[in-house]
């Protein structure tokens, strides 16, 4: 048993079954947002597919992770920051890069760098910044 999925589950009180475990140690490890055929390539096992989905859903539920859209049809996944409080208040924006496709979760963004008026309540927001990542850059 590997220690971080160990914790995350325990304290979301989910079952410890072998494709959970597999997947939050695979996006842990990556340092961008992962599609599910990225996923399933780091996985271990070969899950089948209504297991990882189920499993992506279960997540998506519990808010241990999030999706993110890439150019309307590609969705990729990413972990909530602990404490997962702290991340359903504030959010983050994502990095896309034209160049590889990876996605990079941003740090978290304060409402007061956006302009929001006071009294508007904010539950969710999609920013996404289009560019070329560091890597990229260089080559
Ligand atoms: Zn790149
Ligand atoms: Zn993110």
């Given at each position: 048993?590997?220690?971080?999925?160990?914790?995350?589950?325990?304290t979301k009180k989910l079952?410890?079954?072998?494709?959970?475990?597999?997947?939050?140690?695979?996006?842990?490890q990556a340092s961008t947002?992962?599609?599910?055929?990225?996923?399933?390539?780091?996985?271990?096992?070969?899950?089948?597919?209504?297991?990882?989905?189920?499993?992506?859903?279960?997540?998506?539920?519990?808010?241990?992770?999030?999706?993110?859209?890439?150019?309307?049809?590609?969705?990729?996944?990413?972990?909530?920051?602990?404490?997962?409080?702290?991340?359903?208040?504030?959010?983050?924006?994502?990095?896309?890069?034209?160049?590889?496709?990876?996605?990079?979760?941003?740090?978290?963004?304060?409402?007061?760098?956006?302009?929001?008026?006071?009294d508007f309540q904010v539950?969710?927001?999609?920013?996404?910044?289009?560019?070329?990542?560091?890597?990229?850059?260089?080559?």
């Amino acid at each position: 048993m590997q220690k971080f999925s160990k914790i995350v589950l325990e304290t979301k009180k989910l079952q410890k079954t072998p494709c959970r475990i597999d997947v939050l140690e695979a996006l842990n490890q990556a340092s961008t947002a992962l599609s599910e055929q990225e996923i399933k390539d780091r996985l271990h096992f070969d899950y089948d597919r209504a297991t990882l989905f189920r499993t992506l859903r279960t997540f998506l539920e519990n808010s241990l992770i999030h999706q993110v859209v890439v150019q309307k049809n590609e969705v990729k996944y990413a972990l909530n920051q602990l404490p997962l409080q702290l991340e359903q208040q504030v959010g983050h924006a994502h990095f896309h890069c034209d160049k590889c496709n990876k996605v990079f979760c941003l740090d978290a963004v304060s409402r007061d760098l956006l302009n929001i008026p006071k009294d508007f309540q904010v539950n969710s927001f999609e920013i996404m910044f289009n560019g070329f990542c560091a890597q990229c850059r260089a080559n």
